[in-house]
């Protein structure tokens, strides 16, 4: 049965629901300045598989601003949102928050690990870059409001010529005194020191051209914690779900959901490289992000990983396949990914004299110049 609850019930938090109710639940948490609405284009695609719960910070959206005050900390924002989990029945959640929503998300995998299942970090940080400019925004909110700074949101939030303008009128008619006592939230914020510890399964996605938590920042995370994953995606600034929401989709669904995204990108590492790997999640775009959703599931998820055939058997198919159908980029590629399963060069070269006979000798002739010229770029980066 999926529900919408449009008002906080037990006086806390404002939030939605969606999604059935016996689907494992996932909390959503929003950038300082917006509302619910920053989920909008992917919590119901999410919804299809878990019980997602978004809620608003205090004095943002449908939140009492009466929840937070001056000298708020993230420890205080973190134990509204588990004091929202206790009011619903939800003992144990997976979460994803942008911005100050992954601040919190971070708390509560450092502090509360019975608590979260599976982690994910958007546009995010371990430390807002110190304090004296979130005092400083802090004191001048107190002073003149908001209108000033929401004038700049587009900016800050998005790449040149995007917008959205419900997202900026959140910014607008927020409460001053919260959002300034939020900004003492991110002022105190700094967990760098307690990222090694943190054990849940964590994803960390950054904007590429997000000018407030940069790339940089995502990777210190993605280098202390263990087994984090970090995918950047082009052409999204600060508030990648609202900008690029197919791509933060692809990605959520993969660390999220077990629908095989996550054992194929663990074979697809193994068998091509985590270079070759890098390069292609680097590359990824709106545009590209579900086909290669698409690859990971389904190519390395399924076939890739059943069992009855041997990752060398497979090597021998795909390149017989590759030089019947001309594919000569994919050759070279498969070629390096044959080496790694086992095959010696006279045995990549067996395979392609036998492809003279079945695909013809034009096409085995151009297999075996990019075969050659690939082993020995292979042998040439061992020396």
Same mark, same amino acid.
């Given at each position: 049965?999926?529900?919408?609850?449009?008002?906080?019930?037990?006086?806390?938090?404002?939030?939605?629901?969606?999604?059935?109710?016996?689907?494992?639940?996932?909390?959503?948490?929003?950038?300082?300045?917006?509302?619910?609405?920053?989920?909008?284009?992917?919590?119901?695609?999410?919804?299809?598989?878990?019980?997602?719960?978004?809620?608003?910070?205090?004095?943002?959206?449908?939140?009492?601003?009466?929840?937070?005050?001056p000298g708020s900390t993230v420890a205080d924002?973190?134990?509204?949102?588990?004091?929202?989990?206790?009011?619903?029945?939800?003992?144990?959640?997976?979460?994803?928050?942008?911005?100050?929503?992954?601040?919190?998300?971070?708390?509560?995998?450092?502090?509360?690990?019975?608590?979260?299942?599976?982690?994910?970090?958007?546009?995010?940080?371990?430390?807002?870059?110190?304090?004296?400019?979130?005092?400083?925004?802090?004191?001048?909110?107190?002073?003149?409001? !908001? =209108? $000033? @700074?929401?004038?700049?949101?587009?900016?800050?939030?998005?790449?040149? %010529?995007?917008? &959205?303008?419900?997202? #900026?009128?959140?910014?607008?008619?927020?409460?001053?005194?919260?959002?300034?006592?939020?900004?003492?939230?991110?002022?105190?914020?700094?967990?760098?020191d307690r990222l090694p510890s943190i054990t849940?399964?964590?994803?960390?996605?950054?904007?590429?051209?997000?000018?407030?938590?940069?790339?940089?920042?995502?990777?210190?995370?993605?280098?202390?914690?263990?087994?984090?994953?970090?995918?950047?995606?082009?052409?999204?600034?600060?508030?990648?779900?609202?900008?690029?929401?197919?791509?933060? !989709? =692809? $990605? @959520?669904?993969?660390?999220?959901?077990?629908?095989?995204?996550?054992? %194929?990108?663990? &074979?697809?590492?193994? #068998?091509?490289?985590?270079?070759?790997?890098?390069?292609?999640?680097?590359?990824?775009?709106?545009?590209?992000?579900?086909?290669?959703?698409?690859?990971?599931?389904?190519?390395?998820?399924?076939?890739?990983?059943?069992?009855?055939?041997?990752?060398?058997?497979?090597?021998?198919?795909?390149?017989?396949?590759?030089?019947?159908?001309?594919?000569?980029?994919?050759?070279?590629?498969?070629?390096?990914?044959?080496?790694?399963?086992?095959?010696?060069?006279?045995?990549?070269?067996?395979? !392609?004299?036998?492809?003279?006979?079945?695909?013809?000798?034009?096409?085995?002739?151009?297999?075996?110049? &990019?075969?050659?010229?690939?082993?020995?770029?292979?042998?040439?980066?061992?020396?």
């Amino acid at each position: 049965m999926t529900t919408a609850t449009p008002q906080p019930p037990h006086g806390g938090l404002h939030h939605r629901v969606e999604g059935p109710s016996t689907a494992p639940v996932l909390i959503l948490g929003p950038s300082l300045g917006t509302s619910t609405a920053l989920w909008d284009a992917v919590a119901p695609e999410l919804s299809v598989t878990h019980r997602v719960v978004r809620w608003d910070l205090p004095g943002h959206g449908g939140s009492p601003a009466s929840l937070i005050g001056p000298g708020s900390t993230v420890a205080d924002l973190a134990g509204l949102v588990l004091a929202l989990a206790d009011a619903l029945g939800v003992a144990r959640f997976s979460y994803a928050g942008v911005s100050l929503g992954g601040a919190v998300g971070l708390h509560l995998a450092a502090h509360h690990p019975e608590r979260v299942e599976r982690l994910a970090l958007l546009c995010s940080s371990a430390h807002f870059g110190g304090s004296a400019m979130w005092e400083e925004r802090a004191a001048t909110v107190r002073r003149e409001g !908001l =209108a $000033a @700074l929401a004038e700049t949101a587009d900016a800050r939030w998005f790449t040149p %010529g995007f917008t &959205v303008p419900a997202l #900026v009128d959140d910014h607008r008619t927020a409460d001053p005194d919260a959002y300034a006592a939020c900004c003492d939230a991110l002022a105190a914020f700094d967990l760098r020191d307690r990222l090694p510890s943190i054990t849940a399964p964590m994803l960390l996605v950054a904007g590429r051209e997000d000018p407030a938590t940069p790339p940089a920042h995502l990777r210190e995370i993605a280098d202390a914690v263990p087994g984090a994953a970090l995918t950047e995606l082009a052409g999204a600034s600060h508030l990648a779900p609202a900008e690029q929401p197919g791509a933060v !989709l =692809a $990605a @959520l669904r993969g660390h999220f959901t077990d629908n095989g995204a996550r054992r %194929g990108m663990e &074979v697809r590492r193994q #068998v091509l490289g985590n270079a070759h790997v890098d390069r292609a999640q680097a590359r990824q775009t709106e545009f590209t992000a579900r086909f290669q959703d698409f690859i990971s599931r389904y190519a390395w998820g399924e076939i890739w990983t059943d069992p009855t055939l041997s990752r060398r058997e497979r090597s021998l198919v795909t390149l017989t396949a590759l030089v019947a159908h001309g594919h000569l980029e994919e050759l070279a590629m498969h070629v390096r990914a044959a080496r790694r399963n086992g095959l010696r060069p006279d045995e990549i070269g067996a395979v !392609l004299l036998q492809t003279a006979v079945y695909c013809g000798v034009p096409a085995a002739n151009a297999a075996f110049a &990019v075969a050659q010229r690939t082993l020995a770029e292979e042998d040439a980066s061992e020396e």
